[in-house]
């Protein structure tokens, strides 16, 4: 079983593998998606990794305040995204 794993205040220039990379010695990392702006294609400094259960604990342990590229990494468990109200 896997579990995803936010991974905020990322540095813009920041790609999914060096993302793979910081997380790897922590365990298997199953996949990393970074988000980018729809319109700009920029990227906007947040994403995910999906981790294996048991090593996504500790990852956040070890990881969550850290600096990664000058700024302070958000390393927690994702939430289920929150349903939006449709627009008329």
């Given amino acids: 079983m ?3 794993l936010y991974v905020g205040n990322l540095p813009w220039s920041a ?3 060096e ?9 298997t990392v199953n996949s990393v998606k970074l988000i980018s702006d729809r319109e700009t294609g920029r990227a906007r400094g947040f994403g995910f990794v ?3 259960d ?3 604990t500790g990852a956040v342990e070890a990881l969550d305040g850290t ?4 700024r302070t ?5 994702a939430q289920p995204k929150a349903p939006r109200q449709p627009r008329y």
């Fill in 67 to 70: 600096s990664f590229g000058g």
């Fill in 73 to 77: 990494l958000r390393v927690n468990e």
């Fill in 19 to 27: 993302v793979r990379d910081l997380f790897a010695p922590h365990g």
């Fill in 15 to 17: 790609t999914e593998d």
């Fill in 50 to 52: 999906e981790m294996e």
């Fill in 2 to 4: 896997s579990k995803s």
């Fill in 54 to 56: 048991s090593d996504a």
